[in-house]
């Protein structure tokens, strides 16, 4: 039980879902019962009026029946409750009630019951005041310093004071400079209103200027006040407190001396009644309010602060005395006399949570028992914890911290492409150029093992593909349920993907609350985004693959694209994807090569890697496992750097277009700013043909819009024409140096980080930090490359030298026998050994000096270039396929 704890002597919730602030909590005996006694009064926002009077029959009871006096509900909100003497004729207590639009005074009276339900109350109106404006906040006191009455009045939103004498309007006046209202307070000893103006400073207004200054009804300055008749409203004292202010108290100590406490966001300020601050507290957590009150020591004030850290600390002047943990987050705190028990805290929460506590402590019950004290075995802990350390070492050796087992047993997932198109394509009105666009049917399976929460499933495939749904929801309520959704996938762009591969991810959470995600991938079929075509036999782009097996019929090999009147496609076939390009596949007749050739770089790729897919399926089914693919051909940079400089063109131009728009939109701005000066002057001047200006910046900012699109349309095909050369790139470099399957993934790691690319990041830098990365670690020619440390910024560069230079250098590496590496011992440089048939080794200093195009057609000097490369004899002619 926590010494600083707010001890609960009563409490009790209001409503439901209503919302309550600091002007909502009033204490005052409201009935005149005369006892001495205070009642609790609380309006609410939902316009719910409830007069409570607790009498708990021990400490820390809830609300009973009989506790709650009065429940009536009002029409409109309920912004503020306050009690004072408001009616003409009677000294006795009255309510307010301040509405948006309207101001109501009752009268609170109880019946004596003659039966065992109790006493009976009932609220009466008095008067009600109409507003003209809209009412924020009130006050009351004896303005002007008159006896046995209280007068009110009532700040609205737009800065004006309205107040009222008793059932009289008086008078209202406007707070001069006066943009936002804040809190609002009078001071009796000075007969001044005291606020914080939107300036963030402390206002004083006496009540005899603001009662002698000119009218209200307008905010300009009328004739007679230029004449000198009537008063202007001039502020009695300020002090800037910097911060928006909270609430605003006033504490009169006798009728010498007065305070003025003011609650700032991240401040307390004590201010003398002339404005000069007598002391200043800087608090440690946000406030939410808080009430000054006298304390037992003279010429000292105690303050109750409540925060947002639910929190009520007492402070005496600026000294902490104590702090109490509330259960919830105070907006109004008053402290009263309920049942003969004085100086009781009676907080507000905004959620309707009403406590009536006391400060102190009980006594706590509870003793610790002794514990017994024994002698620690050291040796035996040094046992046991090698024993612990030991296990700890060999399970993470053999399956890792977490265990995949576990992760896989809580929820299977499957993913099946149906082997056939849609009958009837779900691509929604999507051509591409005169073809007709294809879909096909994916079918995702999840099983779960035990309960499952929160499960998800995200489907992504890579652009111009698109989905039909790709986002879905599931509720695994009980283990071994089993569900199945289907979406169809098809081709929205007159341009090939970099990849066929899509990848369906689930993440979840366990029964402890454990987070989990597992994927699966699937391959979509090339005949979604490839249509059979005619061969070609002029093509500026020539590819050579090398196998150690013989050369096996291209109709066996892709029997959808088979063309059963063309007897010739055993050894040639040709491709055309949606929006067509072309791409013409050769197999030779007598030794074990095949030619792919398309007039677009990029193009070869998708039907080079599915010619090696199909390959090594169709060996397996023979039982053959020593198939292999080599490429021999020198590697076609120029092709690959001709993609990089189109996509960077592309980054610039749309980075200037950007520029070119933010200027125009600025310029566009400035003279839609003049044309309202001119059009809001009270003597029309000529525009000044700023209506023709406004109109011809118009149509350049639509025109500079129109061309940002159709860039970043461009430059989103550029990169996934770059995507499918840096693919084809690496496909090429692997099967040319036979490097292993985690090799490439270190490659392709390096080359394809970015899923989408961006004007902040893009896929030149990114990529360039990483080929350096491995330039100076694993691919390191001596230690003082590896010494030289990469910037810790990513920026985008002036050109694309520096990147083709690191990609040509990288080639060179492998070629002289360097090998890709992660692990530690990667420091190491490698031996660069050359290779049978290898590349002939090219100075460091020499490639430092010469332009990236004279290195990529240098580098490989022993090797025709791909575009130039003439037809083997071996592979089939086409001259025999056109006649």
């Known amino acids: 039980m926590s010494l600083f704890k707010a001890r609960d002597w009563w409490s009790t919730v209001l409503g439901e879902k209503e919302e309550f602030d600091q002007g909502c909590l009033c204490l005052a005996d409201v009935d005149n019962s005369g006892n001495g006694q205070d009642k609790i009064i609380v309006g609410s926002y939902m316009g719910y009026l409830r007069i409570f009077n607790p009498h708990p029959v021990k400490t820390g009871d809830g609300a009973q029946a009989e506790d709650l006096l009065l429940e009536v509900q009002l029409r409109d909100p309920i912004l503020q409750v306050e009690v004072g003497q408001f009616v003409s004729g009677t000294e006795m207590l009255h309510l307010a009630v301040l509405h948006s639009r309207k101001l109501c005074v009752y009268s609170v009276s109880g019946t004596l019951g003659n039966v065992e339900h109790g006493n009976q109350y009932q609220i009466k109106l008095m ?3 109409n507003l003209q404006r809209t009412a924020c906040n009130m006050t009351y006191g004896s303005f002007g310093g008159v006896k046995g009455r209280d007068l009110i009045c009532i700040q609205s939103m737009d800065g004006m004071l309205m107040v009222f004498e008793q059932e009289s309007y008086a008078f209202g006046r406007f707070l001069p400079g006066s943009l936002l209202p804040g809190p609002l307070a009078y001071s009796s000893r000075t007969d001044s209103f005291i606020t914080v103006s939107s300036c963030r400073q402390v206002e004083s207004y006496k009540y005899q200027v603001l009662a002698f200054a000119t009218d209200a009804d307008k905010r300009q300055e009328t004739e007679q006040q230029k004449l000198g008749s009537g008063k202007r409203l001039v502020v009695d004292w300020t002090l800037n407190i910097g911060e928006q202010a909270l609430d605003i108290c006033i504490m009169s100590f006798n009728q010498s001396a007065s305070s003025v406490f003011v609650l700032g966001e991240r401040n307390f300020f004590c201010l003398k009644d002339n404005g000069q601050i007598q002391f200043m507290k800087k608090l440690d957590c946000s406030p939410s309010c808080f009430l000054p009150y006298c304390s037992v020591s003279e010429g000292t004030v105690n303050t109750l602060i409540g925060n947002h850290n639910s929190l009520l600390h007492v402070y005496q002047d600026v000294t902490l005395k104590w702090a109490s943990q509330l259960p919830h987050v105070p907006v109004a705190v008053r402290v009263g006399s309920l049942r003969d028990l004085k100086g009781v805290i009676v907080t507000l929460s905004e959620d309707g949570h009403l406590q009536c506590s006391y400060l102190g402590t009980d006594p706590s019950l509870f003793q610790a028992p002794k514990v017994e004290s024994r002698e620690l075995n050291y040796d035996a802990l040094d046992a046991e914890l090698k024993e612990l350390q030991k296990i700890i070492k060999d399970v993470n050796k053999s399956q890792g911290v977490w265990p995949m087992t576990e992760r896989e047993d809580d929820l299977k997932i499957s993913a099946m492409v149906s082997p056939n198109l849609d009958s009837v394509s779900q691509a929604p009105d999507v051509e591409v150029g005169t073809d007709h666009v294809p879909s096909v049917t994916v079918k995702v399976t999840l099983q779960n093992r035990v309960a499952l929460q929160k499960t998800k499933l995200s489907v992504y495939v890579q652009p111009p593909l698109v989905l039909s749904r ?23 762009g007159s341009y090939a993907p970099p990849e066929l591969e899509g990848n369906a991810v689930v993440s979840y959470a366990r029964p402890t609350g454990i987070p989990r995600v597992i994927q699966c991938k699937f391959r979509l079929p090339l005949k979604l985004v490839c249509l059979p075509g005619q061969p070609s036999k002029i093509a500026s782009h020539k590819l050579t693959i090398d196998t150690n097996k013989p050369p096996v019929s291209l109709l066996s090999l892709f029997p959808g694209f088979a063309n059963q009147s063309e007897e010739e496609q055993v050894n040639v076939m040709g491709f055309r994807f949606l929006g067509g390009s072309q791409v013409t596949l050769l197999a030779s007749k007598t030794s074990q090569r095949y030619r792919i050739q398309s007039e677009q770089f990029e193009d070869l790729w998708l039907i080079t890697n599915e010619l090696i897919l199909r390959l090594r399926e169709y060996f397996e089914k023979q039982g053959s496992k020593d198939f292999a693919c080599s490429f021999s051909g020198s590697m076609p940079l120029q092709e690959y750097f001709a993609l990089i400089d189109h996509h960077f063109e592309l980054r610039k131009n749309g980075e200037k277009l950007e520029e070119l728009l933010s200027e125009r939109a600025v310029q566009f701005r400035a003279i839609q700013r003049r044309l309202l000066t001119r059009f809001k002057d009270k003597t029309p001047a ?19 819009a129109d061309a940002v699109e159709e860039n970043q349309a461009s430059l989103l095909q550029a990169f996934s024409r770059l995507r499918s050369a840096t693919h084809l790139l690496l496909l090429l470099v692997g099967l040319w140096q036979k490097l292993s399957a985690d090799q490439v993934a270190i490659l392709e790691a390096a080359f394809l980080p970015l899923q989408h690319d961006t004007q902040e990041l893009g896929w030149e830098e990114t990529v360039d930090a990483a080929v350096s990365h491995l330039l100076k670690t694993c691919l390191s020619k001596s230690s003082k490359e590896q010494a030289l440390s990469l910037g810790s910024q990513l920026s985008k560069p002036r050109d694309t030298s520096r990147l083709k230079k690191h990609i040509t250098l990288l080639c060179d590496r492998l070629a002289k026998g360097g090998r890709l590496c992660l692990s530690t011992d990667a420091a190491a440089p490698p031996a660069m050994v050359m290779p049978a048939g290898g590349c002939a080794p090219i100075p460091e200093s020499d490639l430092e000096e010469r332009s990236p195009e004279q290195d990529s057609t240098e580098l490989f000097s022993g090797h025709k270039h791909p575009s130039a490369e003439p037809p083997v004899p071996e592979v089939a002619s086409l001259q025999g396929v056109s006649e």
């Open 686 to 704: 000529p525009l000044q043909h700023l209506d023709t200006l406004l109109d011809g910046t118009h149509q350049q900012v639509m025109a500079l």
């Open 127 to 129: 008067y009600e005041h």
């Open 470 to 492: 790709d986002q879905f929801t599931f509720e695994f309520t009980a283990p071994e349920m089993t569900r199945t959704v289907a979406f169809s996938v098809f081709l929205k």
